[in-house]
């Protein structure tokens, strides 16, 4: 699999009952990249992603795939293509986790046609690549929020999408898991050349991920491009309305965000 | 790939607990399918009900068993089919156990359509199934309308549809009352269902019903199994989401709808199927044949004790909804402790 397929947006606009939330929007995600779309909460983040993926219609402009848009595409041939893993995803009560993941195989199975050694393959590949094939026969229940994350990552890529959109694939875990889900993303992203495109409230794993930076307000996206040079004082300032310093992660060396706030503020340390 | 033979002999495992599930809930369907035919004032052997089936003339037996006791028979387990598989469709698909056919109004509203019909127009079985399809699926629209919107649409849509059940349930008494008061039997039919006095000519409707609709749901059930795990989800698994919702209620709500034309809404035998089936079959599968079982053998099991069980005979609706009831409660205490939300 190679991400040769383009998701773009071109002047696309939508919302939710005649209210405008996305305004006019143009992007590419860069195939075979990891993007990371931020902003200030309610600033059309997700719903972007969501009419990125079908969610909720454009109401002007469009969602194209490959040059078509996507509402042209049938929408079970699309599922071959684009996936997502939406916010809340809802676990059926006492679902083993190999069936849930099993699940992610609809689009390839037609109606008359029963289960085959290809979707079991497929379910084991996405397992194994969580690293949760020793909770395949657990009930989704019993699993913590990591866990559960990780099941719903396995049933996405069972799936077998070029394209993967994931809705705060970080919201509800703890630090040490939110890490784990974004290695897992860049993991996958390396190996199958997966084109991931995700919202993210964390500026400064948004920063460290991210291939390819969409920072956004008030349903336009006001910077666009590699961290380093998305991510500044002005524009943390402009799209979170926070005044803050960056200075390079020591660790990845991209840029982090250290906001400054109006207590716990040092004096001589200003830039 | 080892992987893979891990992940086979577990779907396999599944799979052979859910046939084994199926095929006891079918040999016990068989069993009390045998018990309705042979038992009653008298009791015939199962050789003379074989022998009346397949059309030999037995005297006594040719009466009892094959005007009074197969219409019962087959009323009782295409009711029960129906019931089942319209309620564990509409639990899966509104993600809540609470929310099933008879639990929401539906068929109540279904009911109340049927005794005006019946009771006070005096019409025939076709046009009665044709009004109470067409209140019943009224109802669904209604209730659907006025929970729509805001926060907690799924709590909402259950809150409104016990209340215009109640309201319809006042309707039939009201009905009831006004046309039937002298017939106890026909009161009971309309309030909670009854077996009593079904003739084979009045099963028509229900029977091309369940012949038509139970192969739609079958299919169905795929898109069911995706929009389980929610919309968004289902979307991007490729599932016509809108379509096949309104696909799915419509053909829940017309097989509700043609059982509780024929026995009366038989109650809680909906709500109960679904969870009963997922004991059985255990979770993951499709709900509809095991929930279909189900439903049949509750009708059937509550019907036989109904009859037989105590000194005097009641209609199964009464027994059903003996069950029923203790169940109803404790979710609704469940779901209040959990928020009243989902």
Same mark, same amino acid.
């Given at each position: 699999m190679t991400g040769s397929h383009v998701l773009e947006a071109r002047s696309l606009s939508s919302g939710y009952s005649g209210r405008t939330v996305v305004d006019g929007v143009d992007l590419v995600l860069p195939p075979g990249r990891i993007s990371v779309i931020v902003g200030a909460n309610a600033c059309g983040k997700s719903t972007l992603l969501k009419t990125l993926s079908r969610l909720i219609p454009a109401t002007d402009g469009a969602a194209v795939l490959d040059g078509k848009a996507i509402t042209q595409i049938p929408t079970k041939k699309l599922a071959l293509t684009l996936g997502l893993l939406p916010q809340q995803p809802i676990a059926p009560e006492g679902i083993a986790v190999s069936d849930l993941v099993g699940r992610g195989r609809h689009p390839h199975q037609k109606m008359f046609r029963s289960w085959?050694?290809?979707?079991?393959?497929?379910?084991?590949?996405?397992?194994?690549?969580?690293?949760?094939? *020793? =909770?395949? #026969?657990?009930?989704? #229940?019993?699993?913590? !929020? !990591?866990?559960?994350?990780?099941?719903?990552?396995?049933?996405?890529?069972?799936?077998?999408?070029?394209?993967? =959109? =994931?809705? *705060?694939?970080?919201?509800?875990?703890?630090?040490?898991?939110?890490? *784990?889900?974004?290695?897992? =993303?860049?993991?996958l992203n390396r190996s199958r050349g997966t084109t991931i495109a995700m919202v993210l409230h964390d500026i400064n794993l948004a920063a460290r991920y991210a291939d390819h930076l969409f920072a956004m307000r008030d349903g336009h996206i006001?910077?666009?491009?590699?961290?380093?040079?998305?991510?500044?004082?002005?524009?943390?300032? *402009?799209?979170?309305?926070?005044d803050a310093e960056v200075i390079s992660d020591p660790v990845s060396h991209t840029p982090l965000v250290i906001p400054r706030g109006r207590h716990h503020v040092s004096g001589g340390q200003s830039a | 790939m080892s992987g893979a033979t891990a992940v086979r002999t577990g779907r396999t495992r599944r799979a052979r607990r859910r046939r084994i599930g199926i095929a006891a809930l079918a040999a016990l369907l068989v069993v009390l399918a045998a018990g309705m035919l042979m038992l009653g004032k008298t009791v015939y052997p199962i050789d003379d009900v074989v022998r009346v089936i397949i059309g030999q003339d037995v005297p006594g037996a040719s009466f009892t068993v094959g005007t009074l006791r197969i219409p019962r028979l087959a009323a009782g387990a295409l009711a029960g089919i129906a019931f089942g598989i319209a309620g564990s469709t509409f639990q899966t698909l509104l993600r809540n156990p609470l929310a099933s056919p008879d639990v929401i109004g539906i068929t109540s509203g279904a009911s109340a359509a049927a005794v005006l019909s019946l009771v006070v127009l005096h019409w025939s079985a076709a046009a009665t199934t044709a009004l109470a399809l067409a209140v019943g699926i009224l109802t669904a629209v209604v209730i659907y309308a006025a929970a729509r919107g805001g926060e907690s649409t799924g709590g909402r849509l259950i809150l409104i549809g016990i209340g215009v059940g109640a309201m319809m349930n006042a309707v039939v008494q009201f009905l009831v009352q006004r046309a039937a008061e002298w017939d106890v039997s026909v009161a009971m039919r309309w309030l909670t269902?009854?077996?009593?006095?079904?003739?084979?000519?009045?099963?028509?409707?229900?029977?091309?019903?369940?012949?038509v609709l139970v192969p739609i749901v079958m299919v169905l059930s795929r898109d069911l199994r995706a929009l389980e795990l929610g919309d968004a989800s289902a979307t991007a698994l490729g599932v016509r989401v809108d379509r096949a919702r309104v696909l799915l209620i419509v053909a829940a709500v017309a097989l509700a709808c043609f059982a509780t034309a024929t026995t009366g809404p038989i109650a809680f035998v909906a709500f109960l199927s679904g969870p009963i089936a997922a004991r059985i079959v255990g979770a993951g599968g499709s709900p509809v044949i095991p929930a279909a079982l189900v439903g049949a053998c509750l009708v059937l099991l509550a019907d036989l004790v109904g009859q037989f069980g105590f000194d005097t005979a009641f209609p199964v609706g009464v027994i059903t909804g003996i069950v029923g009831a203790p169940y109803l409660i404790f979710l609704l205490i469940r779901t209040s402790r959990l928020g009243g939300s989902s």
């Amino acid at each position: 699999m190679t991400g040769s397929h383009v998701l773009e947006a071109r002047s696309l606009s939508s919302g939710y009952s005649g209210r405008t939330v996305v305004d006019g929007v143009d992007l590419v995600l860069p195939p075979g990249r990891i993007s990371v779309i931020v902003g200030a909460n309610a600033c059309g983040k997700s719903t972007l992603l969501k009419t990125l993926s079908r969610l909720i219609p454009a109401t002007d402009g469009a969602a194209v795939l490959d040059g078509k848009a996507i509402t042209q595409i049938p929408t079970k041939k699309l599922a071959l293509t684009l996936g997502l893993l939406p916010q809340q995803p809802i676990a059926p009560e006492g679902i083993a986790v190999s069936d849930l993941v099993g699940r992610g195989r609809h689009p390839h199975q037609k109606m008359f046609r029963s289960w085959t050694a290809e979707d079991d393959d497929a379910v084991a590949d996405a397992l194994e690549t969580t690293g949760i094939s *020793e =909770l395949a #026969d657990r009930a989704i #229940d019993e699993l913590s !929020g !990591g866990q559960r994350q990780r099941v719903w990552i396995a049933m996405a890529l069972a799936q077998g999408t070029d394209v993967l =959109l =994931l809705d *705060e694939p970080t919201t509800f875990l703890d630090l040490a898991h939110q890490v *784990e889900v974004l290695d897992l =993303l860049t993991d996958l992203n390396r190996s199958r050349g997966t084109t991931i495109a995700m919202v993210l409230h964390d500026i400064n794993l948004a920063a460290r991920y991210a291939d390819h930076l969409f920072a956004m307000r008030d349903g336009h996206i006001l910077a666009s491009g590699a961290p380093q040079d998305v991510v500044t004082p002005a524009l943390i300032d *402009e799209v979170f309305g926070l005044d803050a310093e960056v200075i390079s992660d020591p660790v990845s060396h991209t840029p982090l965000v250290i906001p400054r706030g109006r207590h716990h503020v040092s004096g001589g340390q200003s830039a | 790939m080892s992987g893979a033979t891990a992940v086979r002999t577990g779907r396999t495992r599944r799979a052979r607990r859910r046939r084994i599930g199926i095929a006891a809930l079918a040999a016990l369907l068989v069993v009390l399918a045998a018990g309705m035919l042979m038992l009653g004032k008298t009791v015939y052997p199962i050789d003379d009900v074989v022998r009346v089936i397949i059309g030999q003339d037995v005297p006594g037996a040719s009466f009892t068993v094959g005007t009074l006791r197969i219409p019962r028979l087959a009323a009782g387990a295409l009711a029960g089919i129906a019931f089942g598989i319209a309620g564990s469709t509409f639990q899966t698909l509104l993600r809540n156990p609470l929310a099933s056919p008879d639990v929401i109004g539906i068929t109540s509203g279904a009911s109340a359509a049927a005794v005006l019909s019946l009771v006070v127009l005096h019409w025939s079985a076709a046009a009665t199934t044709a009004l109470a399809l067409a209140v019943g699926i009224l109802t669904a629209v209604v209730i659907y309308a006025a929970a729509r919107g805001g926060e907690s649409t799924g709590g909402r849509l259950i809150l409104i549809g016990i209340g215009v059940g109640a309201m319809m349930n006042a309707v039939v008494q009201f009905l009831v009352q006004r046309a039937a008061e002298w017939d106890v039997s026909v009161a009971m039919r309309w309030l909670t269902g009854s077996l009593n006095g079904v003739r084979l000519e009045d099963l028509g409707p229900l029977a091309i019903a369940a012949v038509v609709l139970v192969p739609i749901v079958m299919v169905l059930s795929r898109d069911l199994r995706a929009l389980e795990l929610g919309d968004a989800s289902a979307t991007a698994l490729g599932v016509r989401v809108d379509r096949a919702r309104v696909l799915l209620i419509v053909a829940a709500v017309a097989l509700a709808c043609f059982a509780t034309a024929t026995t009366g809404p038989i109650a809680f035998v909906a709500f109960l199927s679904g969870p009963i089936a997922a004991r059985i079959v255990g979770a993951g599968g499709s709900p509809v044949i095991p929930a279909a079982l189900v439903g049949a053998c509750l009708v059937l099991l509550a019907d036989l004790v109904g009859q037989f069980g105590f000194d005097t005979a009641f209609p199964v609706g009464v027994i059903t909804g003996i069950v029923g009831a203790p169940y109803l409660i404790f979710l609704l205490i469940r779901t209040s402790r959990l928020g009243g939300s989902s």
